[in-house]
């Protein structure tokens, strides 16, 4: 079964980057689509950015586009959320999530995946 571990989060100030990690174990990434998503405090969580499986196609939530930048390394079994100028509004926890079918124009909504990491941290603040 696929397992998902995110990395890299951390305190940073405003205007900073960061890039967080999705490592995945137990099965090749190669197949499967993987989004990032957020919950920031007092908010329901919320897509970031996701990737698909094949063709490398992406897309981002309108509050991050032109920020952050969403990869994968099928070698590495692995997907980075690459955050610039950040803001303490990006403030959350992140999470990345996986799956092996995903419907054109649902990459930003939750119900589509079905592994789930355990989370990161990320706090912008001066």
């Known amino acids: 079964q696929l397992q998902l571990v995110e990395s890299g989060g951390g305190l940073v100030q405003p205007g900073g980057s960061l890039r967080l990690s999705c490592a995945a174990s137990?099965?090749?990434?190669?197949?499967?689509?993987v989004g990032w998503f957020r919950q920031r405090p007092g908010k329901e969580r919320e897509g970031v950015s996701w990737?698909?499986?094949?063709?490398?196609?992406?897309g981002y939530a309108d509050s991050v586009k032109g920020r952050f930048t969403i990869s994968r390394d099928n070698a590495k079994s692995t997907v980075y959320l690459q955050m610039n100028s950040l803001s303490p509004e990006d403030t959350g926890i992140y999470y990345c999530?996986?799956?092996?079918?995903?419907?054109?124009?649902?990459?930003?909504?939750?119900?589509?995946?079905?592994?789930w990491g355990q989370g990161t941290q990320v706090t912008v603040s001066s």
């Open positions: 990737i698909s499986s094949s063709d490398g196609n992406t």
């Open positions: 137990g099965s090749t990434l190669d197949y499967y689509a």
């Open positions: 999530a996986a799956t092996g079918i995903l419907r054109v124009g649902a990459g930003l909504l939750a119900t589509e995946y079905v592994y």
